[in-house]
């Protein structure tokens, strides 16, 4: 029997990991599509890549909706949801009713803290394995996704009892529906794949998050100044640290884990920046010039409460999210007036 995948959010992120899991033997990726749907149902996608050339990918099957993909009757071995997580505008859990069997492992490959709660309190019987990705990769067009240099993926199975009390029988069939994942991964040609226990995981959560709250709201706020640029400012330089800083520090101290010797520090993460002269700018600040909502709570709000609710305060995350929020805010009613 085939390895039946469906990828819920095929943009950039999505259709890339896809196309890369489709590669391995015995798999067939199914594809949930939103604007892209049309010009993927009629030529699938079209991937450029410096590492692995440029080739087709055509989706086993292609839904417009998942009410289509819930008709299919398909009987998914893993779910992936690489939509951007958006909790203050909707709940992406509810899309994932009706497809979610006896047999299926979702698998979140979504920036921020808190992503995971809303798929476990609705399908409390599920394997949910956690992804913190670093892929670089955008849709130029409807169908044709470029993908640059960065290719990471670290996935581990979410097991929040283990943060507070024991194992429990179902850990071993859950670390074994994750290590599968990422065999998988591997075998389509993923190198920097790999499977973390759930504490490491999420400390590779908080860790990305030092880099997405420093990054991420300084270039909205700096009037959408790429991170090469931000790094190599003496002022922003400072500024981008102490936010790392604050995370990394805060991090140990709500799970009760010291972050991995092999984790990378603030100035290692910022000099590494600066020999970046793609001009690249983070998603947060394309979003705000394209109109869009920002993935603002699980970004900044939710590591702010999670810390909170420890007893620890974050004032430079913070202040960049009580600023951003409002500007948001401002922004949205501002549309709202103009449409009446």
Not at 195 to 207: C, E, G, P
Request: hydrophobic letters at 35%; one cysteine or more.
């Amino acid at each position: 029997m085939p390895i039946e995948i469906l990828i819920v959010g095929a943009g950039a992120v999505g259709a890339f990991y896809a196309s890369r899991l489709a590669q391995a033997p015995g798999t067939k990726v199914s594809v949930i599509c939103r604007s892209n749907y049309a010009a993927v149902k009629a030529d699938g996608f079209s991937i450029t890549s410096p590492q692995y050339g440029d080739y087709k990918f055509n989706p086993s099957q292609t839904f417009a909706t998942p009410e289509e993909a819930r008709k299919s009757n398909t009987d998914w071995d893993y779910i992936v949801v690489s939509t951007k997580a958006l909790p203050d505008v909707s709940d992406d859990s509810e899309i994932l009713d009706g497809l979610v069997g006896g047999k299926s492992a979702i698998v979140l490959v979504q920036n921020g803290l808190g992503v995971e709660p809303p798929y476990a309190n609705r399908f409390p019987y599920a394997t949910i394995c956690s992804a913190v990705t670093i892929v670089s990769a955008a849709q130029t067009s409807p169908g044709k996704i470029k993908h640059n240099r960065w290719t990471r993926i670290n996935i581990g199975p979410y097991l929040p009892h283990l943060d507070t009390g024991s194992a429990r029988s179902s850990d071993t069939q859950a670390v074994e529906k994750n290590n599968r994942f990422v065999r998988l991964l591997q075998a389509g040609g993923i190198k920097d794949a790999d499977a973390y226990d759930h504490a490491k995981l999420q400390l590779v959560r908080w860790h990305k998050i030092a880099i997405n709250a420093s990054m991420n709201p300084s270039s909205v706020l700096s009037g959408g100044t790429p991170n090469g640029t931000m790094a190599l400012d003496d002022e922003l330089y400072r500024h981008l640290k102490g936010v790392m800083d604050e995370v990394l520090t805060t991090a140990p101290k709500v799970l009760g884990k010291p972050l991995p010797k092999e984790f990378a520090t603030a100035d290692q993460i910022l000099r590494s920046t600066q020999k970046n002269t793609s001009g690249s700018k983070p998603s947060m600040a394309l979003d705000w010039e394209q109109g869009k909502r920002m993935e603002l709570e699980v970004i900044l709000g939710n590591p702010i409460r999670i810390a909170r609710e420890r007893g620890f305060e974050m004032p430079r995350l913070q202040s960049l999210y009580a600023l951003l929020r409002m500007a948001q805010e401002n922004r949205d009613a501002a549309k709202q007036r103009s449409r009446i």
